[in-house]
């Protein structure tokens, strides 16, 4: 049976990425209290691909994914993606995981236990010049805002706010460290359950922190700049306003990649 | 060229739709103010299909929407309801259509413009025993919790929330009636563009006017009643809690619909 | 500390449904194949609100949740509407969740295995009245058209399919046969993990196999009839069209709900 | 009234873009055929904030949005760029629109006219230090297997597939070329409306023409290397392959950008 995809292509253009996307996969992650964790990933993959073939071989990536879909996390991207380029003949592999993750809350003050969702993402890349990793989370957090609160007699408008954190590290770092300092820039964290004592409690706290996305940002970089750890950031903060039904935003990276 | 889809079906099964969905089309829809407005509507067109045939005929959907784009509105959907029957030689036919639509405001106390998006949707259906409408309006508002505001000593939470209200009427009425009417039943609504004075207006109003997912549905609903132009509506009120990840959530409808 | 929630409302007007919508919850469900799955889970639960208090109480939909949720699963639903309907004081109470299910497939002449998501759904309502289940599978196929493949010379249009099928039960039915039952309804199952000599294989048996989104449905619907465990189905078949950039679409269901 | 946002800010944290997102507008756009054609515009705008100030004043993004909702194309982008830049006293401005796009199209034999969606995006960025422009269209299209056509006895796969092209010029270039120069480069380009006549040509046409994603943006980088107004580009394919639930992806780009 003639493989179409080893023929020679004849327009001398390398492609940057070629693979299979939105694959779907249960997988197994690292999780800091209790050492693991299922969850369900949606994976990107790609190789370069030489100007000499006409196409890859997709049918490989989705067996790498099958062999290694139970040690998923950041300590052996290296190798997935090491296994990546040498089953696909290439240079260059990525591979790309998100996937939901959860860590058991307390409320404040009642106590009660309950599960929050984050959404994170790895990335890794590797080729003969060396390899890249980051990691992002996304956390919702409440923001009120400082304007509003200011110029008002009373109240002051808050709302669900979308955080992006991209960090590229020189040692490990735990998915749920970074989230705690997302959630600690915020006027608020949010909890699945809270009863009317919690209620009380985060109404307060938010209403004694207000942030514009602005802060959020800066406050998330400021505690990122002291941390060794990160070597490179960009943060993101998308507040769905409750006074409009657009969205306000504040952007900001780490100037150098120290790489 | 043999008409496959003619051909007879054996397997003595009617089927209940068949057509085709998002189709996105540019349409002309009546507006209040300014007599028309330009907005691209997403289609979703069926018909029966009798046991006796193996398909329907899909292109023919398309040459009729074709034909009627500059003319979609509640006063010609029986019409072209009754052209699909005609030309798809079928006992029922139905046409959904969702569309983004404008509507002017201006800030509460600067009175400077902007546009501020709804989402309308109508839904037709005809056959030999009647025809149905529906008109539904998607309108986002400000809730701010009345728990919060009376066990907490300074502050509320708030939020955006997303109204859904679909009504069956016995005369015209404006998609801009229904939604002033799901507006002034929240907390506050929604302005696009708003200055100092304008963001202290609505914070002030919105803490006074504490609503619950619960309060906006009702307050649509007392008002809905004394509407004799409407003859059955459904409400639902989803508010993107600023204290949680997931949404609050009020539904209630008319229980009888006097058809 | 005042209960907001519980004071008397006025309005009188009862609520079909009040509750909480899109709370993300890590759950395990019964595998046939393998005893149990994690997988996780987006939850809607509500209840009735009767005319003479102001709301509900939303914080112990999720405290139920947080309860339950290792042991999610169409025979322990009745006893979590159950709790809902005590917990709340209310007279109905509802239940809907949606998940992804990954089962094992092995590709068709290689017998090279991988994992296939599906997209299902349970739905459970309670009252004093009685009680009602559902279960919703979602199954991507191959359809291949069979009007293309009379008319045309050489090849026929082929495409990724979504069907939808929803059935009430009077014994316990497997995600799993239900999902095998679909995927032998169409041109051809899908496959994560196909070699080239089963990529010829499915592409000849979707070309030997031609279905129109009607001819699924009715295949489906056939099959259904036959199979006593089923009390009521609907079952829709939307093609994503690879010669439009619109969807074909059929639906059928069981004319009588014999409950 | 204080201003809030004018406040000192003490973190010493210049932010790279502070601003509005998933603004919602109609619009007019030029159109190669009839001058001008309505449209939705969805919009982010950003400017960069010194590390002095608190925040920026996001009501002005939306005052310019509003003065310039009539006149948005590639020729005035630089305008209102400067007017953000002056308005917000900010280095640095940067606006995004993306909008769905109507092209007629002809059926290949009957000539029968429908509207086909295109979905399109303008980015700029201007600063002291100069000014950048790109034009994006996502276009969907056929591809057929060429490895599936050669290694079957009867028949190819064959799906809709999603090309979206990233374009930086020199010379004005319309987006109806752009997208023309796409559609030839697949297995065949897609029309809402096809007559029987069509389809078979349609079908043979993509049979005659494999094109694996490699392919498509292979033949797409050629053309527009020859193409002397177009100074850099990005282009990618993301087949939804009808026998898998996952993509099959191909991507390119200039490799110099020649500034």
């Not at 990536?61 to 300590?75: C, G, K, S, T």
């Not at 599960?115 to 956390?139: A, H, R």
Request: glycine fraction near 4%; charge should be negative.
């Amino acid at each position: 049976m003639i493989d179409v995809q080893n023929l020679e292509d004849v327009r001398g253009i390398s492609l940057h990425h070629v693979g299979v996307r939105n694959v779907r996969y249960p997988i197994k992650v690292l999780d800091k209290a209790q050492g693991v964790q299922h969850t369900i990933g949606s994976f990107n993959m790609y190789v370069d691909l030489t100007d000499k073939f006409k196409g890859t071989h997709m049918s490989r990536f989705i067996e790498i994914l099958n062999q290694y879909r139970n040690e998923i996390d950041v300590n052996n991207l290296d190798q997935i993606l090491e296994t990546m380029r040498v089953k696909l003949n290439s240079n260059v592999s990525v591979i790309e995981v998100s996937f939901p993750y959860f860590v058991q809350k307390k409320a404040p003050v009642s106590q009660a236990e309950s599960l929050m969702e984050y959404t994170c993402k790895m990335w890794g890349s590797k080729s003969v010049e060396g390899k890249d990793f980051y990691v992002k989370v996304g956390v919702s957090v409440t923001t009120l805002c400082p304007c509003s609160k200011e110029i008002s007699d009373r109240g002051a408008h808050n709302q669900r706010s979308n955080v992006s954190l991209v960090v590229r590290f020189s040692q490990f770092v735990w998915i749920e460290d970074l989230i705690h300092l997302v959630e600690d820039s915020a006027s608020c964290e949010l909890f699945p359950l809270l009863k009317r004592v919690d209620e009380k409690a985060v109404t307060e706290r938010a209403y004694d922190h207000p942030r514009f996305a602005e802060d959020v940002v800066r406050e998330v970089a400021v505690k990122l700049d002291e941390w060794s750890a990160i070597e490179w950031y960009a943060v993101e903060c998308e507040n769905e306003e409750s006074i409009h039904a657009h969205n306000a935003y504040a952007f900001v990276k780490k100037s150098k990649l120290e790489s």
